[in-house]
């Protein structure tokens, strides 16, 4: 970690970033404007959906009225057919902390997106291990042409593991790792622990918000109800228009993939709307998952969260 890093966080008088981060519908957005106010800070959203714009309704943006109550930044950064991946959303990231700490601003992340999260805390530096754009490419042609299994196949024999944390309906991930793998030796393992030797590049302390199970599932549901009246399905309906390639992330996005059986015919909108909750909790679950096998992960429950004072962590 660079000391003159460490200096320009001091100024603000705290000497960690926090990242506020939990399974979707936590309550994390109310939750950072909260310690936002606290601690004089702006909020840096850590979420790979938000960055899209024009998709506001079904990625939970902070609405206006929030965003007048706390700057908020690392949102709507780029079109939805604009590639962009963990090495893009760091090198906005850490541009935009740079930014705030000029300014004697402490950054707060809050987001649910655990790649993201990870590749903070551990900074990731993607620079050791680059990958062959022009095999990527030819890898999507292959899967166009050929579909997935063979590539799938691929990957699992070079990195057994991947069967575990890679889907083969992933496809764009499928894709990307196994470029990586083959532009670089050793596994996916050995090139994340490479990528990470030279440690963070700030001190970030980590904050999740938790709920029982039961609970949680419950506020996904209303929540999915809320963003139909609010206009989930006219977004849908807009992206669907755009005639993006199907392995394009926005085109994945959970809250807009399910509803175009709809919008094409297939199914009625009750049955993606029950999918579009069912996905959401799943998404939750993977979430939380994600997040318990994270280090250092200060947990907040939810009966916790109106009286925590996340600065006693901080100094």
Known sequence: MDPENLKKLEKTGYHAIPIICGPTASGKTSFSIKAAKM?????CCCDSMQIYRHLTVGTAKPTEEEKREVPHHLIDLVDPDTPFNVASYLEAAYSKIDELLERNVLPVFCGGTGQYVTALQKGFDFEGA?????LENTLREEYE??????IYRRLIALDPECEEKIHPN???RVIHTLALLESNKGTTRDIRESSTKNGPRYPFILFAIDWPRDVLYERIDKRVDIMMEQGLLDEAEWLYDQHLPPECTAMQAIGYKELFPYIKGEKSLKECVDLLKQHS???AKRQLTWFRHMDDVNWISSDEMD????SLLLF
């Open 39 to 43: 601690l004089h800070a702006e909020i």
């Open 145 to 150: 042409k050929n579909g997935i299994d063979a």
């Open 281 to 283: 909790r799943n998404y």
């Open 170 to 172: 992933n496809t764009k």
């Open 130 to 134: 680059p990958v062959d754009r022009e």
């Open 307 to 310: 009286d925590y004072n996340i």
